[in-house]
């Protein structure tokens, strides 16, 4: 009998931890320790802070699921104007179906791969070239890098009421600049012309880097598309704030208003897409606790809040399934499975 190792399964052996369901089951779990970190942490839980349902309460509901889906469709028309500036036309329904099927991914699958994978290989499908889409997507992130700082730095600046909070001021403000801080060497590395020539003609991974390179070319060249992708960036943030606000009345946190909405809510956005847990449950709850304690909002109602504001992108997110499905082109439906093994 041979009594040879096996290489292979020498190897498999050593990357178990890498096992779809070993990760999907941290992740889970992570989830569910940060929330009840985040429950355990509050001293002496009043449940009566949250309202009663009333028609009230349901009109506000409403409203913030209908900016949530708003915001999905102004997210689908950022795409598009980044993939326009890039020099692609791609009809806004098309990438709505993409859009929605990587939200489907992103937020409710507990998968190891993000919804933008999906869109960047159904995109290629489209246009035949993946660095491209693999740009379009990364500038799309790239223009909140820049938005949600802004955002933030002009609700603080709006209300100096809100400086002096301690961490509630400090956190978001700090999350700001090195967010900021992070846009500025991204593009300066990869937008210098030496390390371009470098990457030019480059095979394999470099040659997405190449794309990036070559995309943030043509923002310069063309300034009205880079503001035309800046401004469905502010328009598509601002419409998740309303959303949020809308979550806000129905709970009846009296003390969030516009300008906290607009200091606080970005720097939980970006906070939340930390990979921890499942669609950010429990980082975004554990980092509006901390937020709205400095303007005095109950726990109990924080934490409502994130949960309110998971339940409506969970829910409108639903809409990608059946184009997650169905929505690609022809024998798209096993390759989106690939992609989103976990």
Not at 14 to 19: D, N, P, R, Y
Not at 275 to 301: A, C, Y
Request: charge should be neutral.
């Amino acid at each position: 009998m041979n009594s040879e190792p096996n290489p292979l399964k020498e190897s498999e052996k050593s990357h178990w931890w890498k096992s779809k369901y070993v990760t999907v089951t941290l992740r889970v779990g992570l989830s569910v320790a940060l929330l009840l970190v985040v429950i355990i942490s509050m001293d002496d839980i009043d449940w009566n802070e949250l309202p009663d349902w009333n028609n009230q309460t349901a009109f506000w509901t409403i409203g913030a699921f209908v900016f949530t889906l708003t915001g999905f469709v102004l997210g689908a028309v950022r795409w598009q104007r980044v993939l326009i500036a890039l020099g692609i036309h791609q009809p806004l329904p098309s990438l709505f179906s993409h859009y929605m099927a990587g939200q489907f991914v992103s937020n409710f699958l507990p998968t190891t791969v993000g919804g933008d994978v999906v869109r960047v290989g159904r995109l290629t499908r489209d246009i035949d070239d993946g660095p491209i889409s693999f740009t379009s997507v990364v500038f799309e992130r790239l223009s909140g890098w820049l938005v949600l700082p802004l955002i933030t730095f002009i609700g603080f600046a709006i209300n100096p009421g809100l400086t002096g909070l301690g961490n509630s001021t400090r956190i978001p403000l700090v999350v700001g600049f090195i967010t900021l801080i992070g846009l500025g060497l991204v593009l300066l590395l990869l937008g210098n012309d030496r390390i371009g020539k470098g990457l030019r003609n480059r095979k394999g991974v470099l040659r997405f880097a190449n794309a990036i390179h070559l995309g943030i070319d043509r923002l310069r060249q063309n300034p009205k598309a880079a503001r035309e992708v800046i401004i469905s960036a502010f328009a598509y943030q601002f419409v998740l704030l309303l959303a949020a606000g809308c979550a806000v009345e129905a709970l009846g946190i009296d003390q969030v208003g516009l300008t906290a909405l607009m200091a606080f809510i970005p720097a939980v956005l970006i906070i939340q897409v930390l990979p921890l847990g499942i669609g950010g449950l429990g980082v975004r709850e554990g980092t509006l606790v901390v937020f709205l304690s400095g303007i005095d909002v109950p726990s109990e109602q924080a934490l409502a809040l994130g949960l309110a504001i998971y339940a409506m992108t969970l829910v409108g997110s639903m809409i990608g399934f059946p184009l997650l499905i169905f929505g690609g082109r022809k024998g798209s439906t096993e390759d989106d499975s690939n992609e989103t093994e976990m």
